[in-house]
Every structure is written in structure tokens, then in C-alpha cells.
């Protein structure tokens, strides 16, 4: 409601201040010709154009952003409107003193004083959404008292969303109009970008990813996830351990405090890796600004992810596509990836597999025909996803999402250090997943899953072959007497192994419900 309402006013503010002061400025008898003359010139004259650029953020901020980054790249759409949010941050000043105090206790559903001894009233942090604080606990948690607290300003979420909203609506007009919007899907496009903004506004998902994070990598050595501190977590704020660090990109800080800066690039890129094709569960959206390096005692020098807000995960299938995929991409072994693709659904039926495997050959040969310290294995990898456009295939947008982030984390950890073997390491880390799926860990892990499919089958083994045995017992009819016999002595004995089956099975249901309550009158 509150987004149809936003679209409204700004068509009336369009039509009241626009429209209907230039029909009332235009010649009385030549309207038409004045229109036309008068449009023009306004496309020709690039200071107005400038003028409009600068005062439409002020109308619908995150669409302006969002189209100004779209029109001149438009393979970026999946990101841009997170890119949107961080380029307009400086538009709000944050929540102080008593309006910060309001929200706090309006979140909590208590006074801060309750729970706190102390905030910082600088914010740490200052997003066009959100702000965060330092704070510190009056009673530790976990061992914990220093945290970091995050806010959100419900006002400007809601805005933001009318925003997005107002683009959806935009793309459902658009394709009413444009078949290629149509062919496009623009409007689902607008739509899942409005999904992933409403996720990265949802604390409480957050925390739940942190720590779920936190559980996966919690004995990995380079990499430290915070605590979550669930008492203060809601779906306005967020409460996490406080970690002194510094941004992964401030050579200057991490030289401050003795860190290797080619151990660091290197760790980007094995978490990541691991993250993503390990535990097919990974942040969507990583940049320079969401990664930073601890500096405390403890974790000096460790990974810290914390900042990131978005996380998305992979399917078993899909990881296990990209892992093998990649290794014999690696390997050079286009036949067997061809192979891959056709089996994981990504290529028609019809698709040879020859001629998938020649376009792999044609797009991946000239990588590694370039110098070791020139090869990306991101780009690389961008061909592993892409080569089946051509034959009308593609892979879904979680692989894609996947593919980016590495592409992200292998960019960052360049300008980490730019002489870091992003390939080798790439290439040694895929290697050692694959090793293990294929080996007894991954086949312990495969018998855990379907485990619990075998303990509903189980039980209705005898049975099954009971029937199957009966079947061929009455269709034996025909067969020799010798024949007959033999099967009719087997059916019989089958039977009688299936009644001592039951009665053993109702025999020891009877005897645990008979401990039980004995258990239970002679502890009363």
C-alpha cells in the first residue's frame, strides 16, 4: 500500500509541477511545433541533463542509482541495486542521542540501560539503512562483553523498499510495451532484486547465517566468525562479538601489525573456495569494504567476514557440477565436462557433445596459453558456466551467484597482494574437495544421506521378497514338478522366517514398554 502510494505521488508531483506548467507556457495556437522545438533542445543541452541527474536521487534514490549503473552494464543487474544502496549512504544523517535511545528501546522492547553500560554515540558505521555502534554489555555473554550492535532505521528501509516497489512496477509496464522486456523477464528480474534487498534487511536471517557460518568454520585457522549474541538480536537490531580489525586493503594498517599480506590474499581465496564449494554456502556479495582482518592476540591475522549480509547456498548437485567441473577444466579434459553439463541438465538433449566440447576448448585454450601470473581462474570459470549459451542451455542463477563471488574474492586478494597464484590455489583447493567426494569421507557422507531413506525400507525387506517369491511361485504353475517343488519349499520357509521376524519384533516391543514402566514406578 505504502509503495502504490509512493508511485502516486510522485506521478502527481510529475504532472502537477511538469506537464501542466509547460502546456500553460506554451504558445496558444502553436502547441504542438513549441513541444517538439522545446524537446530538442533539452536533449541537446547536457547542463540540464546534468541538473535532472543530480535531482533525481532525491526523488527515488536507490532506482536512480540502480538505472545509472544498469544502462552501462547491464551483466551487473544481479548486484547493482546492493552497489546502489552503498553509493547513496551519505544521503542520511544518523539516529543520536535521544532519537537512538527511542529506537533502541522501541527494538529491545526494553531501555538500552537494562542490558548496556555503555554505546558509542558515533556511529562505526554509517549506511543509508542502518548504523552501527560499539556498546558494551552490563553482563557478559559467552565470555563476551564488548559487542557490536547494529540498527536499522525502519523509515529508511521502508523507503527503500517503495523504491523497489516503484521498479518492479516500472518493469511491469516496461514489458507491457517492449517484447524484449518480455524476453527479458524484466519484471522477475526487478522482482528477485527486491527479494535479495528485503534479505539484506533481515537481521534476524543474518544472525542465523552468522552463526551457522560460525559452525562450519569454527576450526578453520584462518578465519574467525563473531559470536552471536541471540538476548539482543531482533528485527531491528543485531548484537555480535566486537573484533578489533583493520580493512583488508589497508596495506599500510596490516604492515602495522606484522601481518603477511600474501598469507592474507591467499586465505581470501581458499575460504572463499571452501565456503562456496565445500559448504555451498557463501556471501553473494563481497567486496573490499566486507572484508577485514583481525588484529587482536588471539586471531591476529585470521579472515573476518562478519560484514557481509548476504549469503546464498548451493545444492548438493550444483556443488558437486562446479567442483568436478572445474578439476577437469583444470585439467584440460573438455570431453568429460561436455559430459557433465549433459548430465546435469544444463544442455538440451539434443546438444552434441562434441561440439560443447570444442566450445569449451575454443573459449578456455587461450588461458592457459597465458603467462602463469596473467591467468585468472575467475574468467576461467566464467567459460565453465557460459559455454552452453550457444546451444540454448544455462545453469542456474546459484552457480552464477557462486562464480561471481570467487571472481570477487580472487579480485580482492590481487590487490591484496598482486602476486598471488589465485590459479594454483584455485586449482589445489578444487583438487582437494574433489579428492575427498570421491573418496571415503565423501562416501560416508553419501551413506549418512540416504541412511534414513534405508531405515524406512528396511523393515519391509521380508516382506517384499516374500511377495516377490509368491508371485513366482504362482506363475511357476507351468514349470517341471522338480522345479515347483523346490520354489514351494522356499516359499515356506520364507514364511515361517517372516512370522518368527514379526513375533521377535512385537516380542521386544512388548519387553521395552514393560522396562519402561518399571523404569518409571521405581524411580517414583
Not at 535532472?52 to 542509482?65: E, K, Q, Y
Amino acid at each position: 500500500m505504502r509503495s502504490r502510494l509512493r508511485q502516486l505521488r510522485l506521478l502527481f508531483c510529475a504532472l502537477r509541477y511538469g506537464f501542466r506548467l509547460i502546456w500553460l507556457a506554451a504558445p496558444e495556437h502553436h502547441k504542438l511545433h513549441w513541444f517538439l522545438t522545446l524537446a530538442s533542445n533539452l536533449h541537446g543541452d547536457p547542463r540540464l541533463a546534468s541538473r535532472l541527474h543530480g535531482s533525481l536521487p532525491r526523488l527515488a534514490p536507490l532506482v536512480a542509482a540502480f538505472a545509472q549503473t544498469l544502462a552501462t552494464r547491464p551483466e551487473l543487474a544481479g548486484a547493482t541495486l546492493h552497489d546502489a544502496i552503498d553509493t547513496i549512504e551519505h544521503f542520511e544523517e544518523p539516529l543520536a542521542g535521544e532519537a537512538l535511545n527511542a529506537t533502541l528501546h522501541a527494538a529491545l522492547g526494553k531501555p538500552p540501560e537494562s542490558v548496556l553500560t555503555w554505546i558509542d554515540p558515533a556511529p562505526a558505521h554509517n549506511g543509508w539503512c542502518e548504523q552501527t555502534h560499539l556498546a558494551r554489555l552490563a553482563l557478559p555473554v559467552n565470555g563476551h562483553q564488548t559487542i557490536t550492535l547494529r540498527v536499522l532505521r525502519t523509515k529508511q528501509v521502508q523507503e527503500v523498499d517503495d523504491d523497489a516497489a516503484l521498479l518492479c512496477a516500472v518493469a511491469r509496464w516496461i514489458e507491457r510495451f517492449s517484447r524484449a522486456a518480455r524476453r527479458l523477464q524484466l519484471h522477475a528480474l526487478a522482482q528477485a532484486l527486491r527479494e535479495d534487498l528485503q534479505r539484506r534487511f533481515d537481521l534476524r536471517a543474518q544472525a542465523a547465517n552468522l552463526s551457522q557460518s560460525g559452525h562450519q568454520l569454527g576450526d578453520d585457522p584462518r578465519i574467525v566468525v563473531p559470536d552471536v549474541i541471540w538476548d539482543l538480536c531482533t528485527p531491528q537490531t543485531i548484537a555480535v562479538q566486537h573484533i578489533d580489525t583493520v580493512g583488508a586493503t589497508d596495506i599500510a594498517g596490516l604492515a602495522e601489525h606484522h601481518i603477511n599480506v600474501t598469507q592474507v590474499a591467499a586465505h581470501l581465496i581458499e575460504v572463499v573456495t571452501r565456503q562456496a564449494f565445500e559448504h555451498g554456502f557463501f556471501h553473494a556479495a563481497l567486496d573490499a569494504r566486507r572484508v577485514a582482518v583481525s588484529v587482536e592476540p588471539e586471531t591476529r591475522g585470521r579472515l573476518v567476514l562478519a560484514g557481509a549480509a548476504l549469503m546464498t547456498s548451493l545444492s548438493s548437485p550444483e556443488r558437486e557440477f562446479f567442483v568436478h567441473g572445474a578439476t577437469a577444466l583444470f585439467e584440460q579434459d573438455y570431453g568429460r565436462l561436455a559430459t557433465l553439463h549433459h548430465v546435469a541438465g544444463h544442455v538440451p538433449a539434443h546438444a552434441r557433445t562434441e561440439q560443447i566440447e570444442a566450445e569449451l576448448r575454443t573459449r578456455s585454450e587461450a588461458h592457459f596459453a597465458s603467462d602463469t601470473d596473467e591467468r585468472s581462474a575467475g574468467a576461467l570459470f566464467h567459460h565453465l558456466l557460459h559455454s552452453v549459451q550457444p546451444f540454448g542451455g544455462e545453469v542456474s542463477p546459484r552457480l552464477v551467484a557462486a562464480q561471481r563471488a570467487f571472481g570477487q574474492a580472487e579480485q580482492l586478494a590481487r590487490s591484496i597482494h598482486p602476486g598471488v597464484d589465485a590459479w594454483g590455489i584455485a586449482r589445489h583447493t578444487l583438487a582437494d574437495i574433489a579428492r575427498r567426494d570421491l573418496g571415503h569421507h565423501g562416501w560416508i557422507r553419501r551413506l549418512s544421506q540416504e541412511l534414513p531413506h534405508l531405515a524406512q525400507i528396511a523393515p519391509r525387506v521380508p516382506q517384499m521378497v516374500f511377495r516377490f517369491l509368491e508371485h513366482h511361485a504362482r506363475a511357476g504353475h507351468g514349470l517341471a514338478t522338480g522345479q515347483a517343488t523346490q520354489q514351494a519349499a522356499l516359499l515356506d520357509a520364507w514364511r515361517r522366517e517372516h512370522r518368527r521376524t514379526r513375533a521377535l519384533l512385537l516380542a521386544c516391543a512388548v519387553c521395552g514398554g514393560l522396562i519402561g514402566v518399571t523404569a518409571v514406578l521405581f524411580a517414583g
